[in-house]
Every structure is written in structure tokens, then in C-alpha cells.
T-cell receptor
Framework: AQKVTQAQTEISVVEKEDVTLDCVYE???????LFWYKQPPSGELVFLIR??????QNEISGRYSWNFQKSTSSFNFTITASQVVDSAVYFC??????????????FGKGTKLSVKP | GAGVSQTPSNKVTEKGKYVELRCDPI?????LYWYRQSLGQGPEFLIY??????ADDSGLPNDRFFAVRPEGSVSTLKIQRTERGDSAVYLC????WGGGRNEQFFGPGTRLTVL
């Protein structure tokens, strides 16, 4: 079965702190894709990053970085020097590319991040 | 360019009524997805269109739910005999092509409340 687990329901930090959001996934497939989306209070999901299962290189984009480890089936997301505007619900998602499931995302339950000034 | 749009933004209806929710995908995107998001949960897949045809409708909860995309662009999600448990935010997403590697762009959602 395919599944995404985000064990942290809510995290609260003070501005400028670093914060890591955990994501653990389950899949039997060798080819799959992992995503992170941000859902601010306005409600619209915003795409942040895609990673395919064959690329384990970590990625950095400004204050955001992602750590993909196939050995532990984890795809963690770190925000460095957090800002109030980072406050949102963050979703990790898994996508396969085979058979009938040609692209529907399987989401975790999300982690609500609150950054206080 | 314009993103995914959904109408209405809010819909309040009474139990047993019929509702239609509309999605306008990003121009040129061939793949369209519907998801449902309940409070405190991640979005759950309902149906996926590639062009005009439903490539995967395995997420539709029962036969009260139906969706169409007759011209391969706009899609309508239809819910018959609504129940209170149908209350949720219904999200639409589109991508340039189907398949797992393509990022999906989401609309703002339609908040459905069934009284």
C-alpha cells in the first residue's frame, strides 16, 4: 500500500529559528515521485518541490532545503531562519506513475507550522 | 498567466439537494484532477481526467458523485442527493500532462456545506 505519514501535527517556532518537517512514505514501487506543497491560510495549495526516486541529492532553494533518504523512506523539509510568512500547513505527497494510478497524489495529513514574531 | 479557477468559492445546500462544482484548468493542461479535503486532513483523490476521458475514478466515494470534462478543458463535479458527510473543500488541480512526474497546480477550492 502507498502511504505518507507526517507525524508532526503542529509545530510552533519563534521567528529566525530553523525548523524541520518530517515526512515518511511507503510504496512498493521503484519509480515514484515525492512532493511538498504549502497551504497558507488563504487555502490554495502551492507547489514547492518535486523529487524522483532515482535522485537522492539534497536540494536547497533559498531558505528551504530538502533531505531525501531512500534508506529510511524519508523526505524531510527544513526551513532555515523561519519567517512569519512561512506560517502555513505543509503537505508531503507521493505519486506513482504506473497502471491505473497515473498521477493522483497521495497526501499526508499535513503539519501546521506557526511562526511567531 | 491565469491559474486554476473554481466556482463557486462557497456553496451551502440542504441535505438531499443536487450540486455542481466547476473547475477551469490552466490553459493547455491536458490532465485534470479532483480532490476532497476535510478539516484537518490532507486532500484525498477523487477522479483524474486525461483529455475528455476519466482515466481513473477510483477515488469517487459512491455513485452519487460524478464528474465530466466534455471538451477536455472545463470540468464539472456533480453530487446528487447530498449528505452532511459530503461537506468539505473540493479542490481541482491541473497539470501539463498526466503521470506522476508532473507537478499539479491547484485551484482555491470550493467549500461545500451541506446542512
Amino acid at each position: 500500500a502507498q502511504k505518507v505519514t507526517q507525524a508532526q501535527t503542529e509545530i510552533s517556532v519563534v521567528e529566525k529559528e530553523d525548523v524541520t518537517l518530517d515526512c515518511v512514505y511507503e510504496t512498493r514501487d521503484t519509480t515514484y515521485y515525492l512532493f511538498w506543497y504549502k497551504q497558507p491560510p488563504s487555502g490554495e495549495l502551492v507547489f514547492l518541490i518535486r523529487r524522483n526516486s532515482f535522485d537522492e541529492q539534497n536540494e536547497i532553494s533559498g531558505r528551504y532545503s530538502w533531505n531525501f533518504q531512500k534508506s529510511t523512506s524519508s523526505f524531510n523539509f527544513t526551513i532555515t531562519a523561519s519567517q512569519v510568512v512561512d506560517s502555513a500547513v505543509y503537505f508531503c505527497a507521493l505519486n506513482m506513475n504506473y497502471g491505473g494510478s497515473q498521477g493522483n497524489l497521495i497526501f499526508g495529513k499535513g503539519t501546521k507550522l506557526s511562526v511567531k514574531p | 498567466g491565469a491559474g486554476v479557477s473554481q466556482t463557486p468559492s462557497n456553496k451551502v445546500t440542504e441535505k438531499g439537494k443536487y450540486v455542481e462544482l466547476r473547475c477551469d484548468p490552466i490553459s493547455g493542461h491536458t490532465a485534470l484532477y479532483w480532490y476532497r479535503q476535510s478539516l484537518g486532513q490532507g486532500p484525498e483523490f477523487l477522479i483524474y481526467f486525461q483529455g475528455t476521458g476519466a482515466a481513473d475514478d477510483s477515488g469517487l466515494p459512491n455513485d452519487r458523485f460524478f464528474a465530466v470534462r466534455p471538451e477536455g478543458s472545463v470540468s464539472t463535479l456533480k453530487i446528487q442527493r447530498t449528505e452532511r458527510g459530503d461537506s468539505a473543500v473540493y479542490l481541482c488541480a491541473s497539470s501539463f500532462w498526466g503521470g506522476g512526474r508532473n507537478e499539479q497546480f491547484f485551484g482555491p477550492g470550493t467549500r461545500l456545506t451541506v446542512l
